[in-house]
């Protein structure tokens, strides 16, 4: 299995910051020894759930148009961690924000976390 647990969401102004985390777990993580994609989403209400940003398993790094410039994923392969650190936030940026993760040469990402409300108020 593979187990994603997200923290560091919250309220903040428009043009602050804020830090998300991301800690995967589980046998199934542990084992796959060719690595794994890490990504965030997030979905607003009434909206349909969309990328943000991508953590590549060889170092590389994806984020959507609409992130780009202001957010900064990261990981900590040591720690199974992936972070996002959200700058200049907006309140289009409001949303929950989703953890997952695709093994290497998966079509999908197939493992997700519960998520973490970001409130972004103007």
């Known amino acids: 299995q593979v187990q994603l647990v997200e923290s560091g969401g919250g309220l903040v102004q428009a043009g602050g910051s804020l830090r998300l985390s991301c800690e995967a777990s589980?046998?199934?993580?542990?084992?796959?020894?060719?690595?794994?994609?890490l990504g965030w989403f997030r979905q607003a209400p009434g909206k349909e759930r969309e990328f943000v940003a991508a953590?590549?398993?060889?170092?590389?790094?994806l984020y959507a148009d609409s992130v780009k410039g202001r957010f900064t994923i990261s990981r900590d392969n040591a720690k199974n961690t992936v972070y996002l650190q959200m700058n200049s936030l907006k309140p289009e940026d409001t949303a929950v924000y989703y953890c997952a993760a695709r093994a290497r040469g998966a079509e999908k990402f197939g493992y997700w976390g519960q998520g973490t409300q970001v409130t972004v108020s103007s």
């Open positions: 953590s590549i398993w060889s170092g590389g790094a």
């Open positions: 589980g046998r199934t993580f542990s084992s796959y020894s060719l690595g794994w994609n």
